[in-house]
């Protein structure tokens, strides 16, 4: 994800005036009209999307919206599929995915270079891991399958794990050349986290739990603090200061993505292990209060929907804090009473601001109003997406693994080689004249970066 002013939404004014009688139905407590309405909707998240159209590129959608964020609307529809049983959407979003592994089958496209961080690698990563755990329809056998996507991520990741400051942790990007190299992102610590713990929970491989383990400690480390001893979760923290100014801002997909892998270690783990990581759960699930508008049971942006202005990226972040929040009831069962207020509710409220737009039923961001904002986008469509189908959970069957119906193939040194390596990985003697070569791979990457730049 990139730093940006908030440009887009507004298209409020006369338009909004325009319309509002029509709407989307939603009755919660029933199956089909939850389906229908997920339908409606998704089908205009995809009126954004262009990839299959002549001239499109698969995998991508348009400006203003940045690569990671196509990557979370295919997570977004395979869930759509888990919870509805509806196929419409598979083909898209398997073609879209599999565009988009780029050389090394590790989601790391050569066109995003220049702006690759590691949670944008992140989103489709997690895409892949959903896919295996509900058995989403493999991809063709001559392509890399999700799991092993999955696995990809995660060891290109771990190479990664970086102590030469701030005790450990992963930098926001990727890439020395990028802005936000020095930033400690909450959000890459945190998807790597989930993957890690989602991973272990699917191949039973000690390494990701022990890698899990790692990560969370290092984010509650008091020195970081990350996610603060009251578990709320922060935005991040600059490694040039060896992070001890932390960002406080809190973004809801932050404290989901540990919600939900904090969840899955409790799954995993027994004794006194298992108490340790109900707490943590507990206490993280009681600190999404904050995504939550006041006196009510509806989700909202607290940083930045209060006042109108939140980006591009920041407009979906609510379909991830709803994605997660469902998948945590199914490991940690005993969060589902306390969760599924929420998700109803939001819901409900979400449903309520779907009616914008030419088609009447535009979601907008804002669904504390009782109606449409004004406001619309993908990741309006995202949240209402994630929330209102994650009402089906109860309907579904929970994540799976190897050993209990999983039909992915994995594939343990996925990632592994490739030239992303070089950017942690201890330089021994024998790697010397290869790092010279990469140093001048590197150098044609930044003057082909500044290249285009002028082009
Ligand atoms: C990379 O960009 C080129 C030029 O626009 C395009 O032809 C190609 O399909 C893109 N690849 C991916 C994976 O997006
Ligand atoms: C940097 O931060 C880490 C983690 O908090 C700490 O262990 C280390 O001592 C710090 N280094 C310096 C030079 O302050
Ligand atoms: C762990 O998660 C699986 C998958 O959802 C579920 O079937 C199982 O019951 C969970 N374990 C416990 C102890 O709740
Ligand atoms: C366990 O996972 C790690 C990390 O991906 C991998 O390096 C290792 O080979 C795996 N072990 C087995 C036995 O598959």
Sequence with gaps: MRVRTAVQGALCGALFAAQSASGLQLDISSANSIKQAAKTIANGMLNYYNGEDPGGIPGLLPPPYYWWEAGAMFGSLIDYWYYTGDDTFNRVTTDGIL??????????????????????????????????????????????????????????????????????????????????????????????????????????????????????????????????????????????????????????????????????????????DQEMWRARVQGLLDATIVFFYKGTNVMFEVACEPRGNCNVDQRSFKAYLGRWMAATTKVAPWTHDTIMPFLQQSATAAATSCSGGDSGTECGMRWTTGNWDGQLGVGEQMSALEVIQSNLIDNVQGPVSNSTGGISTGDSNAGTTGDDLIYTAPITTGDRAGAGIITAMLLVFIVGGAWWMVR
């Design 99 to 272: 565009f988009q592994v780029g050389p090394d089958y590790n989601f790391m496209p050569p066109n995003q270079s220049k702006s690759l961080g590691n949670d944008d690698q992140a989103f489709w990563g997690l895409a892949a891991m959903s896919a295996a755990e509900v058995k989403f329809p493999n991809p063709p056998e001559d392509q890399p399958q999700w799991l092993a996507l999955a696995q990809a991520v995660f060891n290109s990741q771990a190479l990664r794990w970086n102590t030469e400051a701030c005790g450990g942790g992963l930098k926001w990007q990727i890439y020395s050349f990028n802005v936000g190299y020095n930033y400690r992102n909450t959000i890459s610590n945190g998807c790597f986290f989930n993957l890690a713990a989602r991973l272990g929970a699917y191949t039973q491989n000690e390494t990701f739990f022990r890698w899990a383990e790692r990560s969370w400690d290092w984010v509650v480390e008091p020195s970081i603090g990350l996610v603060a001893d009251n578990y709320r979760v922060y935005d991040g923290t600059h490694d040039t200061a060896n992070c001890t100014n932390l960002v406080r801002v809190q973004w809801s997909y932050n404290a989901g993505v540990y919600l939900l892998g904090a969840a899955t270690m409790w799954n995993q783990t027994t004794g006194a």
